[in-house]
């Protein structure tokens, strides 16, 4: 029903398209890792072992011959789906827990409030360093364990958007209206509630990136010869004297990509600025 | 027949700290069909308070609400429902009661729709009901904060009659407009009344309007009825001390 008008890119929406531009490319090149490689990231080749950069291998050879190009390529597979898919799930089931929260209140919003105070007051990372030491090392157990303590931030954040707009008179004219709860919540909460949720949650992409990179440099988290970043810097930390190619690779890959990730969640946020809504279409 | 409105010695005390306080204390009125009911008092007397336990916002401490005979204040479900179709409200903010995300036309339909009128019938009655409001059917497509108070109201009106309510309850629905939106909306509100019958209960401070508009009048004070009668009863010759205060006050 409501029209579409073309506005010219500009200010925040050019800077939106750019960031839109940029994880676009980190997401394809993640998908398509396979076809991008130059040389296949997991055969070993010793007599060709730590190579330093040269024209056959960009980015030079890790202790097995490896090519590090091809690993740093391949590792964007694990490192930014694992973070991609940890986000989302803070996201949505914290948020689904705070919007709960708010709008019932009650002995619910109290339990789940108590509980999420109790994972807020645990130092975080070491936490789920046992949690990963518990169950075990590997990328999706690395991922459980952050999930485990990571989710308070958005439920608290969701349940205290969903008290802000619970008490609005459009609220009440929704209820008066005759929608269900549940209809009152997809349709005019949870839109109303989102940007605030989304921002933080493209912010959290790098940090998440890092946590896991992190928990995999301590052997918690990818277990070789998975090509990931982290456990890539893990392996060659002992060699960053004499041969610093084996971890800068890896290591400019994380910096770039969480670079790109704050970009957007920074530019998400100066576009859904509330300040901003007159000059939205939408 | 039946009134259509009948409210019984209704009740509410709220927690302020650790005292309680009583915000609507034993307040009975009835309402007929097609009539215009006052209620006046000065802020937090409870008028608030008191319709939205009418509207089953708020339960009642105590009490009973009646609409059409039928005792609703314990209503649930489809008999809640069918309660809310028939008593609808408009607000003191009028771009504060559209969703901001969305467009008037989609706040307008949505009633419409949730009670039974299949959407390409509503959306084909939006239009004229847009129209009867005073606004050009092309509002439909424009979002809260690009349309004026005023335009708002009319709008937030349209979507409180497209589900032809037997009650329109207005808290304080022109107090945000200035003067001459004020009489422009009143007087849509008193055609739409003629045109369709709605009894009309009316929350306003201003006592020349409410002189002008309602049938009778209700004053409220602490959370009691104080006064009850027609405009020119109350206003003209106050019987109570608090509603001849409330009179000087306004001269
Ligand atoms: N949800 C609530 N919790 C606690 N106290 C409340 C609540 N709602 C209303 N009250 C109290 O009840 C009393 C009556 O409030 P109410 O909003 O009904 O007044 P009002 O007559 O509508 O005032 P106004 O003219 O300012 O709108 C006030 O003292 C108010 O503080
Ligand atoms: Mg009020």
């Known amino acids: ?282 | 027949m039946a009134e259509l409105l009948e409210v019984r010695q209704v009740s509410r005390r709220f927690y302020k700290g650790r005292s309680l306080v009583t915000a609507v204390n034993g307040v009975s009125f009835s309402l007929g069909r097609g009539e215009v009911l006052g209620i006046v008092g000065e802020s937090g007397s409870g008028k608030t308070t008191l319709i939205k336990m009418v509207t089953r916002l708020l339960e009642a401490d105590e009490g009973e609400i009646l609409l059409e005979g039928e005792d609703i204040t314990r209503a649930a479900g489809a008999g809640l429902r069918k309660a809310r179709r028939q008593m609808q409200l408009v607000f003191q903010t009028p771009q504060d009661s559209f969703d901001p995300r969305q467009t008037l036309g989609r706040g307008i339909l949505e009633g419409m729709v949730n009670n039974g009128v299949p959407r390409r019938e509503a959306e084909r009655r939006l239009p004229e009901l847009l129209r009867q409001c005073g606004l050009s059917p092309d509002y439909a497509r424009r979002y809260p904060y690009q349309v004026s108070g005023g335009e708002c109201q009319r709008a937030a009106i349209a979507r409180a009659v497209a589900v032809e309510p037997a009650l329109l309850i207005c808290d304080e629905a022109t107090s945000a407009l200035d003067v001459t939106v004020q009489a422009q909306v009143m007087a849509l509100l008193e055609q739409l009344r003629r045109e369709r019958g709605m009894a009309i209960l009316f929350i306003c401070h201003d006592l020349a309007l409410v002189q002008q508009f309602c049938h009778r009048v209700l004053v409220l004070h602490r959370g009691k009825v104080v006064e009850e009668g027609t405009p020119d009863q109350v206003i003209l010759h106050p019987k109570s001390d608090y509603t001849r205060t409330l009179v000087d006050a306004a001269l």
């Open chain 1, 1 to 282: 029903m409501e029209q579409k008008r073309r506005r010219p890119l500009r200010g925040v929406t050019l800077r939106l398209a750019l960031c839109a531009l940029l994880t676009g490319l980190i997401l394809l090149v993640a998908v398509f890792a396979p076809l991008l490689t130059p040389y296949d990231p997991y055969a070993q080749d010793m007599s060709a072992a730590l190579q330093a950069p040269s024209a056959a291998h960009l980015l030079g050879t890790d202790t097995y011959g490896r090519d590090v190009l091809s690993r740093v390529i391949m590792g964007a597979r694990t490192s930014v789906f694992s973070s991609l898919a940890l986000v989302a799930i803070i996201c949505v089931g914290g948020s689904f827990l705070g919007v709960l929260c708010g709008w019932l209140g009650g002995k619910v919003d109290t339990v789940v409030m108590r509980l999420s105070d109790l994972f807020l007051a645990f130092p975080g990372m070491v936490f789920a360093i046992a949690v990963a030491g518990l169950i075990g090392g590997g990328m999706v157990n690395a991922v459980i364990a952050l999930a485990a303590i990571s989710w308070p931030k958005y439920t608290r954040l969701a349940r205290g958007q969903t008290l802000a707009v619970k008490s609005a008179p459009y609220i009440t004219a929704a209820v008066m209206a005759n929608n269900t709860p549940l209809q009152i919540i997809f349709r005019h909460i949870l839109p109303n509630i989102a940007g605030p949720l989304l921002v933080t949650a493209a912010l959290d992409i790098g940090t998440m990136m890092m946590e896991l990179a992190g928990l995999s440099f301590l052997n918690l988290g990818a277990q070789p010869p998975t090509a990931e970043w982290g456990s890539m810097m893990s392996k060659g930390r002992s060699m960053i004297q004499t041969s610093p190619w084996v971890v800068l690779g890896p290591g400019f890959a994380i910096f770039l990509t969480v670079l790109v990730f704050n970009f957007l969640g920074d530019t998400l946020r100066d576009y859904l600025d509330p300040k901003r809504r007159g000059v939205r279409s939408e």
